[in-house]
């Protein structure tokens, strides 16, 4: 099947190994399963896809109680039950086709184009679930019990799966898809990531930030470290505050912690390493 390469966009920096996964991914048809730790940019890169090769993108969500029929279609019971009641309905209610509504996979296998189907957090889930959905994107097909229809994929999608590795996956889902974990950024790819988002930005604030940044990242304790999101983030509040000075990031002075910190024993952490450094550096 031919298709179109994937090669980044304007907001997403791609590394070539990624490129090369995700595009094989999309020649073979097979899902492809990210990894990484929250912020590395595994959600985005769906986006990213549809976004530069202009398609449609259907993201499932994960919840870990979610029944697999959710995510191919509902069948509103209660929505009938009720027209039948009070007859002041449009609809056929002898019609059941008339109450069944896809879910992310079924709008993803009916769409008359192409599109992106994005699941989010698939490690939520537990393994039965896994494996049956594997099942379905196996087959491009599954069945409505309600009316005894066959829901077969007009165009087989591109299907990007994310995991936080918060549970382990089966062996039977890891060998049917393509696997990529992605790396958090190193400096100096984190400077061309922060370059995209602030093209305007003087050098010496983003030299420095992202240097602060990476010292943060690394105070001992730290539950859940600041990600790229809360970079870019806590740049634009650096950028907006018109009493801030880039030196002061060299000089331990760190303000807006809360938007790098999310948790009370990872603020209290960092601000403690800080001071430290500030009273021996006196």
């Not at 390469?5 to 920096?13: D, L, Q, T, W």
């Not at 790229?228 to 880039?246: G, H, K, Q, V, Y």
Request: charge should be negative; include cysteine.
């Amino acid at each position: 099947m031919e298709t179109n390469k994937f090669a980044g966009s304007s907001r997403y920096i791609l590394d070539d190994e990624l490129a090369k996964i995700v595009n094989i991914s999309m020649v073979l048809e097979m899902p492809l399963l990210l990894k990484g730790e929250p912020g590395t940019g595994k959600t985005m890169l769906a986006h990213a896809i549809a976004d530069s090769l202009s398609m449609r993108l259907i993201v499932l969500n994960v919840k870990s109680n979610m029944k697999l029929v959710e995510a191919l279609y509902q069948y509103d019971t209660l929505t009938r039950l009720n027209d039948s009641r009070f007859g002041d309905s449009t609809r056929d209610v002898s019609d059941i086709h008339a109450y069944i509504k896809m879910g992310k996979i079924g709008q993803a296998f009916t769409t008359q184009d192409r599109c992106v189907l994005l699941i989010d957090e698939i490690d939520k889930a537990e393994n039965e679930f896994q494996d049956d959905m594997l099942d379905v994107l196996d087959q491009m097909q599954f069945d409505i019990i309600e009316t005894d229809a066959v829901v077969q994929a007009v165009h087989r999608p591109v299907i990007i799966i994310t995991s936080n590795a918060k549970r382990d996956l089966s062996d039977p889902f890891l060998g049917r898809c393509n696997f990529h974990h992605i790396a958090f950024p190193d400096p100096k790819m984190m400077r061309n990531i922060i370059d995209v988002h602030f093209p305007d930005i003087p050098g010496r604030l983003a030299e420095n930030a992202i240097g602060a940044f990476y010292e943060l990242r690394d105070v001992d304790g730290v539950e859940k470290k600041p990600a790229t999101r809360e970079l870019i983030n806590w740049i634009r509040a650096l950028a907006a505050d018109p009493d801030f000075r880039s030196g002061d990031l060299i000089q331990r002075e760190i303000p807006y912690l809360g938007i790098l910190f999310k948790k009370s024993g990872d603020y209290q952490k960092s601000a403690g390493t800080l001071l430290k450094k500030r009273f021996f550096r006196g």
